[in-house]
């Protein structure tokens, strides 16, 4: 299976700020990565579709860069709403569609 | 707007099936894919595997041959079947409508938790 590997696992970032999060995949998977957003006890949500589409409704705020194995997921003035777990999934090869291991945005 | 809601068992005996239903609302299933995926605190998220409208199917190789997902159009439903269960199988599931090509999940269901103990 294709690992996903998220960096940080955790992170502290005020209001206003600039976060960006890593995904980076074992092998490469061009462009067949999609990011979701996962506030606590609710489902995960879209956010980001082939590495870079921004799904219909997401703040464009939001938006995901790369291709191959490594990929970014930029919160441009993070806000209030915005602190969750974010998951990147790659679909690279189906059918072993893997998750990475979540990367939690915090208050500082 | 389209909406998926689970339901099901929310208790499981070790060894038994676990059978949960999706019901899709304000739209029809038809000309979709459809997904189950459950999230534990150990594993995270773990894609489970789809259906089409059709009824032909993908499965997660490291679940396959326990699993069947399968689909009613009449009723607007699909759903999951997970046998011979474990304490691993404890989790919270998820069902949702995945868009091929890309193969995101663009719209999810609340989830339902089913535990898996004697």
């Known amino acids: 299976d294709i690992q996903m590997t998220q960096s940080p696992s955790s992170l502290s970032a005020s209001v206003g700020d600039r976060v960006t999060i890593t995904c980076r995949a074992s092998?490469?998977?061009?462009?067949?990565l999609n990011w979701y957003q996962q506030e606590p006890g609710k489902a995960p949500k879209l956010l980001i579709y082939a590495a870079s589409s921004l799904q219909s409704g997401v703040p464009s705020r939001f938006s995901g860069s790369g291709s191959g194995t490594d990929f970014t997921l930029t919160i441009s003035g993070l806000q209030a709403e915005d602190f969750a777990t974010y998951y990147c999934q790659q679909s690279y090869s189906t059918p072993r569609l893997t998750f990475g291991g979540g990367t939690k945005v915090e208050i500082k | 707007q389209v909406q998926l809601q689970e339901s099901g068992p929310g208790l499981v005996k070790p060894s038994e099936t676990l059978s949960l239903t999706c019901t899709v609302s304000g739209g029809s299933i038809s000309r979709y894919y459809w997904s189950w995926i459950r999230q534990t605190p150990g594993k995270g998220l773990e894609w489970i595997g789809y259906i089409y409208y059709s009824g032909s199917t993908n499965y997660n190789p490291s679940l396959k041959s326990r699993v069947t997902i399968s689909v009613d159009t009449s009723k607007n439903q699909f759903s999951l079947e997970l046998s011979s269960v474990t304490a691993a199988d404890t989790a919270v599931y998820y069902c949702?409508?995945?868009?091929?090509?890309?193969?995101?999940?663009?719209?999810w269901g609340r989830g339902t938790l089913v535990t898996v103990s004697s």
């Open positions: 092998q490469s998977i061009s462009s067949y």
């Open positions: 949702a409508k995945a868009t091929s090509g890309y193969w995101y999940f663009d719209l």
